[in-house]
């Protein structure tokens, strides 16, 4: 659209109706974006947008915030503290924040750091889709270059997305940092202490730090106990006033209330809770994500030593296959997959048969056979996975299993990518001791343990299963 060009006098009107409601300035950005380029031309709108992040948010952006998300957008804390609910909006007030700061100061930095390049991602994905949206006049006069992980804007700002990783992060000089799910942070202590916040010193520069409440035995955790820092807490009930929760979600919040207490406290009342009977512990789960590790995609080839764990399901359970990668004495989590309910057995023989053909090698795949019995190995045989070996489902093996993922997480030896899917799954695993001294273990009536059940075998294929062949040296003569 040609953008209009308006008298002072016209432009003078046009920027009192804006500044009039809300609403004006949204209607406008929806309707005449030629009269949005027009009226920032305005330098007394170019001061307010400079102080109001809110309304650059609706003129300029086009999104209408909650109230929750205004006080992000506009408080001024050096150090502060966002501990929402999920799906109430936090990502997106982190992205216009990001925006906002970039576009009014000029020769800045602001980083974006996530657990997994993945997640710090999630946040930019955002913020390349709100600066797509604004009008194509102002977009060019304030946006320079656009890469995947690095934005560039005309006053010599920046936005760089980054994962949780020391050797990444170093070198930088920061005006401000975004920190998202901080409690996933294997490295908490070394990475804020070390390399972050140093990166802020000669800049006097901000930090907002984010999270679903998971663990405490996290510097988040301790950030929330810390006066210094400013926090801004809210529930599911100011996202359902806010319009943000509706129908089938609040069915959800309510279902979940109901049937997982402790998932309903933490993940929408933003609370910091955990089961006593818990196996694998939030605190142990948050230490074994690595910034730098990312899953092997199924369409992808793949060198290494790999062993896969198979845990059969079909009606009421899920498939899962995991897939773990031994690289020195590390166990690293590359691969998992979920299939949907009622997915055929042949399915699940087909994606691991793929996977062998396209991964070299796989030294080792352990399948639960607990209900197939051995003919189901005999079919993977058949199908061509002849690494193939059941594992029988017993109160002893399955103690022995979980024994030792538990006992490989705690010694830092397993790690995985960033899933917060995974990780919920697996922190729902509980335990009972008996009298007899054995450990019994199971998951409450509403949810799945199948992924738990499949990384399980996966390690103990890692652990068990002989060692490859060598490979022969030839003689040089």
Not at 16 to 44: C, G, T
Not at 162 to 188: C, K, Q, W
Not at 253 to 276: D, G, N, Q, S
Not at 358 to 366: D, F, G, N, T
Request: hydrophobic fraction near 40%.
């Amino acid at each position: 659209m040609n953008s209009l060009k308006l008298s002072e006098e016209s432009r003078g009107r046009l920027v009192e109706h804006v500044l009039e409601s809300e609403s004006n300035a949204l209607n406008l950005w929806m309707e005449e974006p030629s009269l949005v380029s027009e009226a920032v031309r305005d330098e007394d709108l170019l001061r307010r947008l400079a102080e109001d992040p809110v309304l650059f948010s609706l003129l300029i952006l086009g999104y209408p915030p909650t109230d929750y998300q205004k006080e992000l957008l506009r408080c001024r804390s050096k150090r502060l503290l966002v501990r929402w609910p999920r799906q109430s909006g936090k990502t997106r007030g982190l992205a216009i924040y990001a925006i906002w700061f970039s576009v009014f100061h000029a020769r800045n930095t602001t980083l974006i750091v996530g657990p997994s390049r993945r997640q710090s991602m999630i946040v930019g994905d955002l913020i390349h889709m709100y600066l797509d949206g604004i009008p194509r006049r102002i977009r060019r006069a304030l946006v320079r270059k656009k890469l995947r992980t690095t934005i560039y804007f005309r006053n010599g700002s920046r936005i760089v997305m980054l994962p949780n990783s020391e050797n990444l992060l170093r070198g930088y000089t920061a005006h401000l940092i975004i920190v998202d799910e901080a409690a996933f942070f294997d490295n908490d202590e070394s990475i804020f202490q070390h390399v972050l916040t140093p990166m802020l010193a000669t800049t006097d520069g901000a930090m907002i730090v984010s999270s679903t409440p998971w663990g405490k035995n996290t510097l988040f955790y301790r950030f929330n106990m810390d006066d210094d820092w400013t926090k801004l807490h809210i529930t599911w009930r100011e996202a359902k006033r806010a319009g943000v929760y509706k129908g089938e979600f609040l069915k959800e919040i309510e279902k979940t209330r109901k049937t997982l207490p402790l998932t309903y406290r933490m993940e929408y009342e933003a609370e910091f809770v955990e089961e006593v009977d818990t196996w694998l512990t939030q605190d142990i789960l948050a230490k074994v994500c690595r910034g730098a590790l990312e899953y092997i995609p199924f369409e992808k080839k793949a060198d290494g030593r790999f062993y896969l764990g198979v845990d059969l399901g079909e009606r009421v359970d899920h498939s899962v296959v995991a897939a773990i990668q031994k690289k020195g004495g590390d166990l690293n989590l590359v691969h998992i997959h979920r299939f949907p309910l009622k997915t055929s057995l042949a399915s699940v023989m087909g994606y691991v048969k793929t996977l062998r053909d396209r991964w070299s090698r796989i030294h080792a795949v352990y399948i639960d056979n607990t209900k197939h019995g051995d003919y189901i190995i005999q079919d993977f045989h058949e199908a061509g996975v002849p690494e193939s070996k059941g594992v029988t489902f017993t109160q002893n093996t399955k103690q022995e299993m979980a024994q030792l993922l538990k006992q490989r997480m705690a010694e830092g030896v397993f790690h995985m990518p960033f899933d917060r899917e995974t990780l919920d799954e697996l922190n729902v695993e509980r335990y009972e001791l008996t009298k007899t001294g054995k450990i019994t273990l199971s998951h409450p009536y509403g949810t799945h343990d199948d992924r738990f059940w499949a990384l399980a075998l996966a390690v103990l294929a890692a652990e068990t299963a002989p060692p490859p062949p060598s490979i022969p040296i030839a003689r040089t003569i």
